[in-house]
């Protein structure tokens, strides 16, 4: 597998719920979380909806920015971070299921951009050794070391799902180099030999463990997952700023700098693609509106509030404009019909 011949992401997000576990060790160490997230960019309420998208150089952000600033430069070692629970249910069941660790870490491959597109991971097999590889798709100089290291320890969390917790790797390979390591990356790993400034981040381990099974096992050899198009930024864009509308309309200055170009450049790229700001919040609003709608039990208060309107009324007329019907009236067909 060539990760470089992958589609690229105009904006690489990751699953909010990836951050998860670090706020709650960060908030456990007294640490100024919700001055955190506001200053790299994040949604304060982040914790309150795990399957968002948001852009993932704002996640690298904060967690470098916390680790820093409250001595943690080890928190991808954590337990609560480095244990595989930390992904959703559904993720984390589709891989521990597989009848083998080498499906199981095919299907942690094929399934990683349902959890973070920056991350590309693949195998590599080298005679009798095998590597679980990682790279990102931002620039590694720009600073990945603790993304890097929270990727590998969910790397070898499904390895010691098959070989068991005794499991010690071969070597660990870091893209990361040594210098930009504010922990001993030797006495991290247990003593087990580390490698820095390396093309990709790597976990390596003996081949024949390939074939080891778990208790697990759903007996499939085989999953589709579904392709998706290829990326572009205002759909990508749409789907980040989900999880910014309950702040009211997202201002095109705060997309910009979620994109990392000026707001006329924005605008510019948004037009070549046939599209503009307009139209992007209002496809957020409208994507997002759908998805609560399908909760029965989520009053169309809360879904008004979640999508940034002041007022009930105002989403009423924004969804009849988008649908022809009251939200109400979409909600009853979407739950009767089963049509979303």
């Known amino acids: ?17 990836l951050l998860e576990a670090q706020i709650q060790v960060l908030r456990n160490i007294g640490a100024p979380v919700t001055s955190g997230l506001a200053r790299s960019r994040l949604p304060v309420n982040i914790d309150e909806m795990p399957q968002a998208w948001v852009p993932y150089r704002n996640t690298r952000l904060f967690i470098q920015d916390m680790a820093h600033s409250q001595g943690v430069p080890d928190i991808g070692f954590f337990p609560e971070v480095s244990d595989f629970n930390i992904l959703n249910e559904a993720y984390r069941r589709l891989i521990l299921s597989a009848p083998t660790l080498k499906m199981a870490l095919h299907r942690m491959i094929k399934a990683s951009r349902l959890q973070n597109k ?27 070391a603790i993304s890097e290291t929270l990727t590998l320890e969910l790397m070898r969390s499904v ?74 930024l205002s759909s990508t864009l749409e789907m980040c700023l989900q999880a910014y509308l309950s702040g009211g309309h997202p201002s095109i200055q705060l997309a910009s700098d979620l994109v990392g170009c000026s707001s006329r450049t924005l605008q510019r790229k948004l037009m070549n693609e046939g599209s503009n700001y307009r139209l992007v919040v209002q496809q957020a609003r409208f994507s997002a509106a759908r998805k609560m709608l399908r909760d029965k039990d989520m009053p169309l208060s809360a879904i008004s509030a ?22 109400a009236a979409y909600r009853s067909l979407c739950l009767s019909d089963r049509l979303v």
């Open 159 to 232: 390895i010691r799902a098959y070989t068991g917790k005794s499991f010690v790797a071969s070597r660990v390979l870091l893209q990361s180099r040594k210098a930009d390591l504010l922990f001993d990356p030797e006495r991290a790993y247990a003593g087990i030999p580390v490698l820095t400034g390396q093309p990709c981040g790597a976990i390596e381990f003996p081949r024949k463990w390939l074939s080891l099974s778990s208790g697990y096992a759903d007996g499939q050899d085989h999953i589709t997952f579904q392709e998706t198009t290829t990326p572009t």
């Open 1 to 17: 597998m060539d990760p470089l011949n992958l589609p690229k992401d105009p904006l690489p997000l990751t699953r909010a719920g």
């Open 118 to 144: 920056a991350a590309i991971l693949w195998l590599e097999t080298r005679g009798d050794v095998v590597r679980s590889c990682v790279t990102f798709l931002w620039p590694h100089e720009l600073g990945h």
């Open 306 to 327: 979640a999508l940034g309107y002041s007022e009930l009324s105002a989403f009423y007329r924004a969804f009849a404009g988008w649908t022809g019907q009251t939200p």
